[in-house]
């Protein structure tokens, strides 16, 4: 990875259909300006003929200005249909975080942050409840809080919204919210919201997993990091992980043993994302090594 | 695991409602007619007050013949309100395999079972294909067809119960056996047909899981064995494993990687079994260490 | 697990040479008294013949006050020859922590500590570096600096020794502590120090792990938590874990991936400490379930 | 992965010093010649400045005649210093399996081997033991019976090698092979005889690791398939994988749950093996994805 070294990068984010010759045109146009690929990775859905690439180069000497880059791409881009994203290793995205009163993901989150182990931005920490304001203030990140029920949520999430626009919030984390949001709310941040589900989902979608697990009697249980769209627990899997369970453990375990997966579930995701290896098609995703 | 020592132990499984003094009046049992414990494992389901245990001990010096235990213990279990099952470390159970087309289980446990792994008699492989004739063959193993279609199904599952009242099969395992078995047929052994599922149950349950897995982009899959019950796929799990899938794995590979997690599970859940390791509650499985 | 309800339980641990009537005499014990068993495990090393037992009983009926179990206890374990140590639910060990520079696993501590997932105190936060003292300081724990060199080790680990008389310290956690504690200290605490070694020992005991592994190009790295003993990284292990590794992993994406493990690892064993869990036999530990 | 597809792909293997454009001179030539990129991933060790990369295509379309392409192929591998191998993916290697007594990693092979799993022909099985004559029996394939002793060893090494050149072998497996190879055999088979170790290298290099890894008391043990070098159990590592154990495991045990861990990390050794997915450099090895 190459996001800490010291000198700029650019990252290539491209699909298109497959044929002959787009890895040729992509790293030629890298060649061709004195740009050093740094790490490329792509994949060919062979089913459905779509190609994939993440591609990131050195900027030290690329004879295109930064600026200037996406612009030139286009020729390539439009002659073989590619959509792409181009982004820079020293953008610093936006995230704001939001919670409800489970503070483990948002400990682990403080702890990266904090750490400089991501390269990000956390202006807001948003809840429905005030508890973890204290911890925000910790660590001296604005703790907001708007209470939501029935009555009031579409204007409660216009006011987040409002928020996240105001504080020019690139994607969002939800660190164990424990609100549904609204379609309408999804809709301004496509595949932008990051989401922890406590379960190896597709099982156990949906309310209360781990009391559904416990009353299955599963032997292993899990956790699930998915960007959020209109339909519950449904959007694309960024990443999952798993911890081994026994008969002895009761719901009370499983919750707790169900923290440490989630925590770390949720922290990989965002480092994917972060690190522009991800990439929705399908309403599956592919993580570029 | 006692099951190797030269030694004859027998095994204990008890479960009744939990209460004071039931370890004690047991292993006093056991210490007052000079039985050496072995190995003791219990658990209470406090939601439940349930009590479960297995208890194995040394028959070396023990002064109630086996014959006889049973009927003796029996004055405990009954003021205790216990259900119990009475086994011995040199019984040798005898088990029939169902198969189909496909190998790997099979030969997973065909190696087992000629390197002695297990203490189990395998007299009969039932299929509903001739294709894995020639294998049995090769391990010197019966083999008999039933070619299954919806008209002829309960006929031949009667005359594969009746094969297996002649060969006094103890217990059966469905190692990648593509019928689904009846209602009858199970019933005829209630926690004695061991199935395996190729996914990590309850997703994925009923046909073409790997499709399934593929499709909905899981980036972890797994496979579950399990006793066999009316409703198809929900019995109770005896062990489950998962390996790691990305974005890069066609269905094909699914199936591939697959293979290698069904066989071990359905191997060990096998071993619990044979070493009494399993207690059957509520549609869930306490697996004694 | 039942440090969490309500009522009071008391935990004996057993080992003594292996002999019938053991488990027997013990329970008969408990169930004479109105003691209803919570939980009980037992192992026998059949190579060592040596018997293990924990076990745990509801005290809320227990007809011997807490104060006398263990005299009263004693006539039992003389007679068997064992050693055995009683501990109750409702104390509360207090715990000191350890630190250098780095925060993953004190934040993973503080965490729990905060959420009351274990039943702790933790007084008193020692370094040999100030960089934590802000991070002790949010949580209101005492942070208190020892400077370490060649010159003054001996006077400081003195220092230190008299600040956890002090702070009636039960128990030390070493959390990425940079120093090689003396055997001088250690005897103070037999089997009461903690530490987290960033390696799958006995793999890379000693020095840079991280680097060494790099160095041999393993596929998967790993952490071990263990008691600390005079010979460096050699003591008894309590939990190990690991994560997969690839080509592409730098020696600091070794460090990044290590610490999620390390921090874990770390609190697992914590856990299973206070919880009463570990036996140390010959260099080794016995976990109870 | 393509090796399953109908028509016929060329793989080739680069390793070079890294510098701007060597995938975009790669793929220029492929796409120049009517090549479609079926995978193609790459490395650079930053470390060391050298760039791997591993890419495959169609050649269906290709206007290069397959025994051409090495030629042609060799004025860019020229101009960039690039050591190269070429592969096709229609091209079955032969391989040789060197046993002892131990059957689960030879009935891992062969359940695979009858299968189709893998594109590889076995015309020999050498063992310095008769025993598992009859099992390569059962299989169709010849069994060769080489007993190795002191005094006999150089000889019987040579004899060995004369086998091997008139099967035509080109890499050769050690399934539990428990004789140590000498450096004069090595030296025929550079990076082409697999190992499977069983312990978690480096921990536990040398004879019995089973019997250490209980005594040192560790609660995860593992399996290395390697290549052999000179150097015991000190070479490239391809692939390794874990279980975990506790203290009720006896060595027994250790060699029963490992025998399962070893004979998977082996076939999935060879398969990296076979697919050309493995460059080995300084003692380590890339493993394509």
């Known amino acids: 990875m190459t996001q800490d070294t010291a000198s700029r990068s650019a990252i290539l984010l491209i699909s298109c259909p497959d044929r002959q010759g787009l890895v040729a045109a992509v790293t030629d146009f890298i060649a061709r300006h004195n740009g050093n690929i740094l790490h490329l990775d792509q994949h060919v859905d062979a089913d459905e003929n779509v190609f994939f690439m993440r591609v990131e180069w050195d900027l030290s000497a690329f004879t295109i200005a930064p600026a200037h880059i996406a612009s030139q791409f286009g020729a390539i881009a439009e002659r073989f249909g590619m959509a792409f994203q181009l982004h820079f290793s020293d953008q610093t995205p936006r995230m704001a975080v939001f919670v409800s009163k489970e503070a483990h993901c948002l400990y682990d989150i403080l702890y990266r942050y904090q750490a400089g182990e ?16 204290t911890l925000a203030e910790k660590f001296g990140i604005e703790y907001r809080v708007f209470p939501v029920n029935k009555d009031n949520k579409a204007a409660q999430e216009a006011a987040q919204l409002e928020l996240l ?9 939800l660190a164990r919210y424990m609100q549904i949001l609204t379609e309408g709310f ?5 595949n932008r919201i990051i989401n922890i589900h406590h379960s190896f989902l597709p099982a ?29 627990d449904a959007g ?13 453990d009761s719901v009370e375990d499983l919750i707790r043993k169900g923290k440490d997966v989630e925590k770390l579930v949720l922290s990989r995701a965002i480092r994917f994302h972060l690190q ?12 570029f090594g």
């Open 118 to 133: 991501w390269r990000v931005e956390i202006p807001v920490i948003i809840s429905n409840h005030p508890d973890l304001g």
């Open 165 to 173: 626009r105001e504080y020019r919030i690139d994607f969002v984390v």
């Open 186 to 190: 999804v809709t301004h941040y496509p």
């Open 204 to 232: 156990f979608a949906g309310a209360k997993p781990y009391h559904r697990a416990h009353e299955r009697g599963v032997k292993i249980m899990g956790a699930s990091s998915h960007y959020v769209t209109a339909e519950l």
């Open 236 to 248: 694309p899997i960024i990443e999952q992980d798993v911890a081994r369970i026994n008969h002895r």
């Open 276 to 287: 522009r290896q991800v990439l929705v098609y399908k309403n599956k995703t592919v993580i």
